[in-house]
């Protein structure tokens, strides 16, 4: 079971970047989907979140407007859009699954089951 994330890389303040997260080893399908960040020195944060349909959402008040969560469970990827980037954006970056049952959309790290890599971000001023 792997979690491959990538997308990561250095940018200027108001750039986008679009991470990408594939699957595999098993099917995600039925997973709330999550992207996390952890900043030096800071604990591990959830940004966004999704739950298997995609009917529902979650984001950081920190990102909401800029970052966009979405999924495309025949490809097994999720995917997080960013905009409008800011130094304090700075952290890697983590795709997570949670296979449930979980009531509601999970954002605490030890509700999910499987971890990705990690991918660098980093946002010049």
């Known amino acids: 079971v792997q979690l491959q994330a990538s997308g990561g890389g250095l940018v200027q303040a108001g750039d986008s970047l679009r991470l990408s997260c594939a699957a595999s080893g098993r099917t995600f399908n039925r997973d709330t989907m999550a992207w996390f960040r952890q900043a030096p020195g800071k604990e591990r944060e959830c940004v966004a979140a999704?739950?298997?349909?995609?009917?529902?959402?979650y984001y950081a008040d920190s990102v909401k407007g800029r970052f966009t969560i979405s999924r495309d469970n025949a490809k097994n990827t999720v995917y997080l859009q960013m905009s409008s980037l800011k130094p304090e954006d700075t952290a890697v970056y983590y795709c997570a699954a949670d296979s449930g049952p979980t009531l509601g959309v999970p954002r605490r790290s030890y509700e999910y089951d499987y971890w990705g890599q990690g991918t660098l971000v980093t946002v010049s001023s």
């Open positions: 999704i739950t298997w349909s995609g009917g529902v959402t």
